[in-house]
């Protein structure tokens, strides 16, 4: 067991003179705010020293072999690696509104509601639910202003360019189904939600519209830069897979 842990000596052994100083005095400068003092730099190049030889002998026993854990760390630092071989220039303006072009569904503004809304609480009228919502949109048919005996609403009472998404979250998918058919500019409902009955008043709406590329400039540059990388790594997979298996289909 000596032997077969310890081996013969290395044609290169491993020296302080030999440590990446100045990535150890940064990597101790972004933990502690300062740079090591001479003490602490050595003691710092002898843990490198050990960590080397260490990891030398590791590899000389094949402890990297079959484990799943390390086979893991190496292949994502491989994918970074792949990252750093190349440079992706900054797009044009051109690039992006092409980009922009191709896939205007990934930057439509979404369409918005605004609306006024009088909650009824379904725990709290119990049986006379429906009643009171009935009654309360017969005296604001009457007098649009007019004051009704509603309930609190935990997200308020008026909505402004709201989306389908922020709609949903706040009343649930069948008051944001329901809200899309409701007339403009007079009370209607009872509209059902999660919670209750809701009586409505919207105000306007927009419909979904694609956007300029000034006002989504830098979503659609993330998009583009995300793509190209992605663009850049399959190529570079595909000439290693060339390589390491030239057998297996594109």
Do not use: C
Request: overall charge negative; glycine content about 4%; charged content about 30%.
């Amino acid at each position: 067991m000596h032997r077969v842990l310890f081996g013969a000596p290395p044609s290169e052994y491993v020296a302080p003179a030999n440590a990446p100083i100045e990535q150890i005095r940064q990597d101790w400068f972004a933990a502690k705010g300062a740079l090591p003092d001479a003490k602490e730099e050595a003691a710092l190049v002898q843990e490198w020293v050990e960590d080397e030889i260490l990891y030398r002998r590791a590899i000389e026993l094949g402890l990297d072999q079959n484990d799943t854990i390390v086979r893991r760390r190496l292949v994502q630092r491989m994918r970074f690696f792949l990252e750093d071989t190349y440079r992706i220039e900054a797009p044009t303006d051109a690039q992006l509104q092409a980009w922009l072009e191709r896939n205007p569904d990934e930057f439509a503004l979404p369409s918005t509601t605004s609306f006024t809304q009088r909650f009824f609480s379904r725990g709290q009228r119990g049986t006379e639910l429906g009643a009171a919502a009935r009654f309360a949109l017969e005296a604001l048919e009457e007098n649009p202003d007019a004051t009704v005996d509603g309930d609190p609403f935990f997200r308020g009472s008026a909505f402004d360019d709201a989306t389908a998404s922020e709609i949903t979250r706040a009343f649930g998918q069948a008051f944001a189904q329901s809200i899309d058919d409701v007339p403009l500019e007079q009370w209607s409902g009872p509209v059902k939600s999660s919670y209750g009955l809701h009586l409505v008043y919207v105000s306007s709406r927009s419909s979904a519209e694609a956007p300029k590329l000034e006002t989504v400039r830098d979503k659609v540059e993330r998009d583009w830069l995300r793509a190209e990388r992605a663009r850049h790594n399959e190529e570079a997979l595909t000439k290693l897979r060339a390589r390491y298996s030239p057998e297996a289909p594109e």
